[in-house]
């Protein structure tokens, strides 16, 4: 069942919070510490996620997943807590960790927790379960798949950069070969090829072929020395702007970037608040907006109106997009933002899609 906001109860995309307030608040709940300063009263929504393997501080999708708890626990004032996956085998486990303290909403981060959060699921029909990048073909009734169209924002960072690439070529590669990683490969390279189309220019994309759907993978979404060891072999071989699909691994390749002085694509958030330290290089991001579709699956539990079924955030709900060019704004030339305006509007109304572009349907 696709579920949209209005059918869900959902009142809108709400502003995304500044990821530094968020990770504040996670500081205040250390992992796999049932000590917390938030006590929990009588009749207190509880609600605990479980992170993918990278950490609770990935400046990535368990970092901004979390925002959208600690908003609730902010505003809503739910009991929020979460513990971390180190590894895989840790899913489980911090799954049964939050049934057994009797949570009433466990969220779980990432298309690897897919098959454990549905066996839970299954096992637990009393307990709500909200997950990010993942949807079911059956129906779980008691679990919202919160998914992303993030090909379409993708794509306009692959307009965007072949509209600024001075060497006419771009790179991207990703941290493991998954559908919530390749989604943006193919959203980049089809912008990129579309620029192509109406340019008639010959921007070339490194690391991924969208249509044999191969590219380059590191393997992993923790070491930043793959992520600039990466960098560096796409940048020797002529890239100039580099979008990493890898969470902390992105994080060396950033620095490569800033080291040689090119440009920087992030991804799920706005890397310019996420991670400063590189701000220099950083071209846009490609925004999913976890934090919102987390907070307002959370108050649709307190609300009592949640049901299952899948939510898909795109450029149309504003669920989806890219960030603001930030220190770029002023080297984006007019001709070019315009394009990327008009791009917009056919995306939206389905007018070019990433499929037709890469030939894929």
């Known amino acids: 069942m696709h579920v949209s906001l209005r059918e869900a109860g959902w009142r809108g995309i709400l502003p995304s919070l500044v990821l530094a307030a968020a990770l504040l608040v996670a500081g205040l709940a250390p992992a796999a510490s049932w000590s917390s300063v938030f006590a929990a009263s009588a009749g207190t929504l509880r609600v605990g996620m479980v992170t993918d393997i990278g950490g609770i501080d990935d400046k990535s999708f368990n970092a901004t997943s979390w925002e959208g708890v600690a908003r609730?626990?902010?505003?809503?004032k739910i009991d929020g807590r979460y513990l971390e996956s180190q590894q895989q085998t840790d899913y489980a486990k911090n799954l049964q960790e939050f049934i057994a303290q009797k949570y009433d909403m466990v969220i779980t981060v990432g298309f690897l927790l897919g098959d454990a959060t549905a066996d839970f699921a299954r096992r637990n029909p009393n307990t709500k379960f909200a997950i990010v990048d993942f949807s079911y073909q059956e129906n779980l009734p008691n679990v919202l798949g919160l998914t992303f169209a993030t090909d379409q924002a993708a794509f306009l960072a692959g307009y965007l950069a072949a509209g600024m690439t001075k060497t006419g070529i771009v790179a991207t590669f990703g941290g493991i070969s998954i559908p919530p990683v390749t989604v943006f490969m193919d959203g980049f390279e089809a912008g990129?090829?579309?620029?192509?189309?109406?340019?008639?220019?010959?921007?070339?994309?490194?690391?991924?072929?969208?249509?044999?759907?191969?590219?380059?993978?590191?393997?992993n979404f923790e070491s930043t020395d793959d992520g600039r060891r990466m960098a560096e072999s796409l940048f020797d071989e002529g890239a100039d702007i580099i979008m990493p699909v890898a969470g902390p691994v992105g994080l060396?390749?950033?620095?490569?970037?800033?080291?040689?002085?090119?440009?920087?694509?992030?991804?799920?958030?706005?890397?310019?608040?996420?991670?400063?330290?590189?701000?220099?290089?950083?071209?846009?991001?490609?925004?999913?907006?976890?934090?919102?579709?987390?907070?307002?699956?959370?108050?649709?539990?307190?609300?009592?109106?949640?049901r299952g079924g899948t939510y898909v955030g795109t450029l149309s709900n504003g669920g989806v997009d890219i960030a603001p060019y930030h220190d770029y704004a002023s080297r984006v030339p007019a001709w070019l933002n315009q394009e990327l305006q008009q791009v917009r509007q056919?995306?939206?109304?389905?007018?070019?899609?990433?499929a037709a572009v890469l030939g894929l349907r």
């Open 72 to 76: 609730a626990i902010r505003e809503l």
């Open 192 to 219: 990129v090829k579309y620029f192509n189309q109406v340019h008639k220019t010959n921007v070339r994309v490194l690391g991924w072929d969208g249509k044999a759907q191969k590219g380059l993978f590191v393997g």
């Open 252 to 306: 060396g390749a950033a620095a490569a970037a800033k080291a040689r002085n090119k440009m920087f694509v992030g991804v799920d958030t706005d890397w310019y608040v996420s991670a400063p330290e590189f701000r220099s290089v950083y071209l846009t991001s490609v925004v999913k907006k976890m934090d919102v579709a987390v907070f307002e699956s959370i108050k649709l539990v307190q609300e009592g109106k949640f």
């Open 346 to 354: 056919k995306l939206v109304r389905g007018e070019i899609s990433t």
